[in-house]
């Protein structure tokens, strides 16, 4: 079975773009969960997604928004571009929020802000 | 709020020999989980080990075990018989539905 997917691998914008990332879940999973990973940190939450609904929202600013589709992929926006929004993204997905909990993380995109 | 910490940047243990990366923790949740991630250079996360934290007993997955000492919110990862594919990145986490990850812990496994 196919792990969690993300494309692109890897985007290069300027300052003031905007750019969306996609992320498939591994199948059978209806929960995606959005990281920013910045170099030398670990990763920090950004959104949680279950059956297209947000249930969770880390502590970023309202540039940042994601959505998830009927088929449960999800895309993170990010719009206005900052030189600080240089990040690995990284997608996590689960079965649901409330079981087991463990999250699948997938390869991750890495942004580059000109 | 949740805070992680991982106090060893950098560790470095010879091949064959045991290491142990450190973690402490801080929540207010009452049942929570606490995860060991490991993040090779190709930057895929991949679960090392898990622990439920009403669960007395210390997690182990192989070469890889615990040491969960609640009452010092304390999780520290032992990995035993240190392979060259061991070399990484480990970060610790705890969460529910959301993860909060420490800073990580770079270990180097020497030959």
């Known amino acids: 079975d196919a792990g969690v997917t993300q494309s692109p691998t890897h985007l290069i914008k300027t300052r003031g773009q905007h750019v969306t990332l996609r992320c498939s879940p591994i199948?059978?999973?209806?929960?995606v969960s959005w990281y920013q990973q910045v170099l030398g940190q670990g990763p920090q939450f950004i959104f949680q997604?279950?059956?297209?609904?947000?249930?969770g929202r880390g502590n970023f600013p309202d540039r940042f928004s994601a959505r998830q589709f009927p088929n449960y992929s999800s895309e993170l926006n990010v719009n206005a571009l900052l030189l600080g929004d240089s990040a690995l993204y990284l997608c996590?997905?689960?079965?649901?929020?409330?079981?087991?909990?463990?999250?699948?993380f997938g390869p991750g995109t890495r942004l580059t802000v000109l | 709020a949740q805070t992680v910490t991982q106090s060893q940047p950098e560790m470095s243990v010879q091949e064959a020999e045991t290491v142990t990366l450190s973690c402490t923790y801080d929540?207010?949740?009452?049942?929570?989980?606490l995860f060991w991630y490991k993040q090779p250079p190709s930057r895929q996360m991949i679960l090392v080990i898990r622990?439920?934290?009403?669960?007395?007993q210390n997690a182990t997955e192989n070469r890889f075990s615990v040491n969960f000492q609640k009452a010092a919110k304390s999780f520290s990862l032992k990995i035993s018989d240190s392979q060259l594919g061991d070399a990484a990145m480990y970060f610790c986490a705890t969460g529910t539905y959301k993860y909060i990850f420490g800073t990580g812990t770079r270990l180097k496994v020497l030959a």
């Open positions: 997604y279950y059956e297209k609904e947000e249930r």
């Open positions: 996590a997905s689960s079965l649901d929020p409330f079981s087991d909990n463990e999250q699948f």
């Open positions: 929540t207010s949740e009452s049942d929570y989980y």
């Open positions: 622990q439920e934290a009403y669960k007395q």
């Open positions: 199948s059978g999973h209806k929960s």
